[in-house]
């Protein structure tokens, strides 16, 4: 009786939950969203994914190219974070589930959706260290349209030979291996061993630990991840590939550097490769602090799609070219000097990977810092104002059709103006803030302060704004839970000018840059109420807004 009366209390909660997930997006996305069971499992904390903290996996698989199938197992090593009998792991259900051992018994299960129900035969104790293992086989999710379309890629190089890779953020890791499939637990520590024909090789995260000869003509590579990692993060990528290798004197000592590249691309590679990713860690070591993962090294892998942030095993295909695909989307010129893939992907090393969002919703943090790297990037090599014009000329991809920020618990993410918008975003927070030094010690801060955890919005905001000694809580709100941006209105009195803020947030404030022509910009705080601009002369013939820096609206009445 006492057990049922908890799970009615638990199930009203989950639906509570789940209107409260509604609720949130209906307002800050400002439109309607039905989300399913399904999403609700798959993005929501339960008692029975809180119940335990993932320490270390082993994920061991065979992959079948002919068949394109897959079959292996993943240890769960756990700590008890309270007292429980059952526990949700992920996998989806086009998998079937041979068994789950735990000490030498099989287990009872359940499914639901992608979701994996677990009943231990005695209770499992707080803090207790403990472990089970899935045994599973399967045709994996075909990706459609890798990286966004995510999933298994089965294809041929050039010379004809296979090649094979992962991809799957926002899909999810549990597309091809089991495992707690939320953003919020990173797994500890993890041993990859992926077993391929032995005519071809298999690249993961981490170092290579032990290449051993097996039956039938496989060979099975054993990657080891010493470092925290999400569970997007972890890829196999098979293929013909061939190895060059380079190091770098950085911040935290020698780095190692690997190239895994198909063999036909060694020479345009070694070309290629070193002149992007040495300046890249070089800058972005600068502004942000050491390489996250001197432990596991960094890898640049060729990939039979466009790329992916995959944690010391950055995935790339961008054709051995300059900008994307040969463009730049900025339509400044600067975009066309550096390889877009290689510097972008790469940001998230810091910003992905070592900070991670605990909810897809806050995948904002991710782009928005990533795509703001490429124009730092450049900035240290061409100098502030060419890194500021990239950022402004990537204004005409932005939409404004829904927030950055997503909704929680649904594994639902925002716009994707969180790339080109996030960017422009923080270019303005740095105006704002006005002190460079302060401003590279707020992003490397970050990096020190949210190293190897996850994050969410309020994290972020509210390190920013008591970093930089301002409240930014407003602006934060404007432009990650909004979609419009706000307007600065004029008006003349008396012929004297006033200014305010018109904004969905009640009583936004923001400081801004304001001159009469031809003058220095004087820092001007203005709310939603009107405001004298006490501005010597200044007029509405003669106001100029640092329109290049902040990304808002102007009204003159």
């Given at each position: 009786?006492?057990?049922?009366?908890l799970?009615?209390?638990?199930l009203?909660?989950i639906?509570?939950m789940?209107?409260?997930?509604?609720n949130t997006?209906?307002?800050?996305m400002?439109e309607?969203e039905?989300?399913?069971?399904?999403?609700?499992?798959?993005?929501?904390?339960?008692p029975?994914?809180?119940?335990?903290?993932?320490?270390?996996?082993?994920?061991?698989?065979?992959?079948?190219?002919?068949?394109?199938?897959?079959?292996?197992s993943n240890?769960?090593?756990?700590?008890?974070?309270?007292?429980f009998?059952?526990?949700?792991?992920?996998?989806f259900?086009n998998f079937k589930i041979?068994?789950?051992?735990?000490?030498?018994?099989?287990?009872?299960?359940?499914?639901e959706y992608?979701?994996?129900?677990?009943?231990?035969?005695?209770?499992?104790?707080k803090?207790?260290?403990?472990?089970?293992?899935?045994f599973y086989s399967g045709?994996p999710?075909l990706a459609?349209?890798?990286p966004?379309d995510?999933g298994?890629?089965?294809?041929?190089?050039e010379q004809g030979?296979?090649?094979?890779?992962?991809?799957?953020?926002g899909?999810?890791?549990?597309?091809?291996?089991p495992?707690?499939?939320h953003?919020?637990?990173e797994?500890?520590s993890m041993?990859?061993?992926?077993?391929?024909?032995?005519n071809?090789?298999n690249?993961?995260?981490?170092?290579?630990r032990?290449?051993?000869k097996?039956?039938?003509?496989?060979?099975?590579?054993?990657?080891?991840?010493?470092?925290p990692?999400?569970n997007?993060?972890?890829?196999?990528?098979?293929?013909?590939?061939?190895?060059f290798?380079d190091?770098?004197?950085?911040?935290?000592?020698?780095?190692?550097i690997?190239y895994?590249?198909?063999?036909q691309?060694?020479k345009?590679a070694?070309e290629?490769f070193?002149k992007?990713?040495?300046?890249?860690?070089?800058s972005?070591?600068?502004?942000f602090g050491?390489?996250?993962f001197y432990?596991?090294?960094?890898?640049l892998?060729?990939?039979?799609?466009?790329g992916?942030?995959h944690?010391s095993?950055?995935t790339?295909?961008?054709?051995y070219?300059?900008?994307y695909?040969g463009?730049?989307?900025?339509?400044?010129?600067?975009?066309?000097k550096?390889?877009?893939?290689?510097?972008?992907?790469?940001?998230?090393?810091w910003?992905?990977n070592n900070?991670t969002?605990?909810?897809l919703?806050?995948?904002?943090?991710?782009?928005?810092f990533?795509?703001y790297?490429?124009?730092?990037?450049?900035?240290?090599l061409?100098g502030?104002?060419?890194?500021?014009?990239y950022?402004h000329?990537?204004r005409r991809g932005?939409l404004?059709?829904?927030?950055?920020?997503?909704?929680?618990?649904?594994n639902?993410?925002g716009?994707?103006?969180?790339?080109?918008?996030?960017?422009?975003?923080?270019?303005?927070?740095?105006?704002?803030?006005?002190?460079?030094?302060?401003?590279r010690?707020?992003?490397?801060?970050?990096?020190?302060e949210?190293y190897?955890?996850?994050?969410?919005?309020?994290?972020?905001?509210?390190?920013?704004?008591?970093?930089?000694?301002?409240?930014?809580?407003?602006?934060?709100?404007?432009?990650?839970?909004?979609?419009?941006i706000?307007t600065?209105?004029f008006?003349?009195?008396n012929?004297?000018?006033f200014?305010?803020?018109?904004a969905?947030v009640?009583?936004?404030?923001?400081?801004?840059?304001?001159r009469?022509?031809?003058?220095?910009?004087?820092?001007?705080?203005?709310t939603?109420?009107f405001?004298?601009?006490?501005?010597?002369e200044v007029?509405?013939?003669?106001?100029?807004?640092?329109?290049?820096?902040?990304?808002?609206?102007?009204?003159?009445n």
């Open positions: 009786m006492k057990m049922t009366s799970v009615r209390l638990f009203i909660g639906v509570l789940q209107l409260i997930a509604f997006s209906a307002q800050l400002k309607k039905q989300f399913s069971r399904a999403d609700s499992l798959r993005g929501l904390l339960t029975y994914r809180t119940a335990y903290d993932i320490q270390y996996y082993h994920l061991d698989v065979k992959v079948d190219i002919e068949n394109k199938f897959i079959s292996g240890l769960f090593k756990f700590r008890a974070v309270e007292d009998h059952r526990l949700q792991f992920d996998l259900d041979e068994k789950i051992i735990y000490k030498n018994q099989e287990l009872d299960f359940k499914r992608n979701a994996v129900f677990v009943d231990f035969p005695t209770g499992i104790k803090d207790a260290i403990d472990s089970f293992t899935v045709h999710m459609k349209n890798a966004w995510g298994f890629v089965f294809s041929k190089d030979k296979d090649w094979i890779s992962t991809a799957n953020q899909l999810g890791a549990s597309s091809w291996w495992n707690k499939d953003q919020s637990d797994v500890d041993l990859i061993s992926i077993s391929v024909p032995s071809l090789i690249i993961s995260n981490g170092r290579l032990k290449k051993t097996l039956k039938n003509a496989y060979t099975r590579y054993d990657w080891f991840v010493s470092q990692i999400n997007y993060s972890i890829s196999m990528n098979i293929g013909d590939y061939v190895h290798g190091t770098l004197q950085g911040e935290k000592g020698t780095l190692d690997d895994w590249v198909l063999r691309n060694l345009k070694k290629h070193p992007n990713v040495k300046p890249m860690l070089k972005f070591e600068y502004w050491p390489y996250p432990e596991d090294s960094y890898k892998i060729d990939a039979p799609y466009l992916m942030e944690q095993a950055v790339y295909g961008n054709n070219s300059n900008g695909l463009r730049d989307a900025s339509g400044t010129g600067w975009g066309l550096w390889d877009f893939i290689i510097i972008h992907e790469s940001g998230h090393e910003f992905g900070i969002a605990k909810d919703g806050d995948m904002w943090i991710h782009e928005a990533t795509n790297s490429e124009s730092l990037f450049i900035e240290s061409f502030k104002e060419a890194g500021q014009t950022v000329g990537n932005i404004n059709d829904k927030p950055l920020q997503g909704p929680y618990n649904v639902k993410e716009s994707g103006d969180m790339y080109l918008k996030g960017g422009v975003f923080l270019n303005m927070l740095r105006t704002i803030i006005d002190d460079d030094v302060k401003w010690s707020i992003l490397r801060g970050l990096n020190q949210f190897h955890k996850t994050v969410d919005y309020t994290d972020i905001e509210q390190y920013i704004s008591k970093q930089s000694g301002i409240n930014l809580e407003k602006i934060f709100s404007q432009y990650i839970q909004y979609n419009t706000p600065l209105e008006r003349t009195e012929g004297k000018l200014g305010r803020w018109i969905d009640t009583d936004f404030d923001m400081p801004v840059k304001i009469s022509k031809d003058q220095e910009y004087r820092m001007i705080k203005l939603t109420h405001t004298e601009i006490g501005i010597k007029s509405k013939m003669n106001i100029e807004v640092d329109t290049f820096n902040y990304y808002i609206g102007l009204l003159f």
